[in-house]
């Protein structure tokens, strides 16, 4: 009986782990020179290796840069052309997707369970869900 309770056990943990994709989302807020960045990365993990990650960072300025907006929106495109800069709701939006590198530390090829990630990320005062 407890052979076969092992069995069922086994199976149904290779059933329903393997394969799956899971999702990670953790978000942040900082202040900086009058600077607000909310920040929000979704990580995906595959077989306890990343699978798909993306960084999205709103950027809120003090009013008195709100007409500069689009000039430091452009410059940030200049110099990070691997990132998605756009203006949303009076705050300069940054995306970073990556599917086959590294960002932020988190190599694509390393081994890490979900658990794992989401301890790191709140050591780094990330909020994870």
């Known amino acids: ?13 290779f059933l329903t782990g393997c ?4 999702e990670l989302v953790c978000t942040a ?30 950027m809120e300025f003090p009013s008195e840069y709100q007409t500069q907006l689009p000039v430091i929106a452009n410059n940030i495109k200049t110099s990070k052309p691997y990132m998605d800069v756009s203006i949303v709701d009076g705050k300069i ?17 390393q081994e890490i369970t979900y658990g794992e990630l989401k ?6 005062d990330y909020k994870c869900e």
């Open 1 to 13: 009986m407890k052979k076969r309770f092992l069995v069922l056990l086994l199976m149904l943990i």
């Open 19 to 22: 394969g799956n994709t899971q």
């Open 29 to 58: 807020s900082n202040i900086e020179d009058d600077i607000k960045s909310y920040s929000t990365l979704e990580i995906k993990i595959k077989e306890n290796k990343v699978s798909d990650m993306e960084f999205i960072v709103d």
């Open 93 to 109: 939006r940054l995306v970073t997707k990556d599917s086959a590198n590294s960002f932020l530390g988190i190599q694509m090829n």
């Open 119 to 124: 301890e790191v990320l709140e050591l780094q």
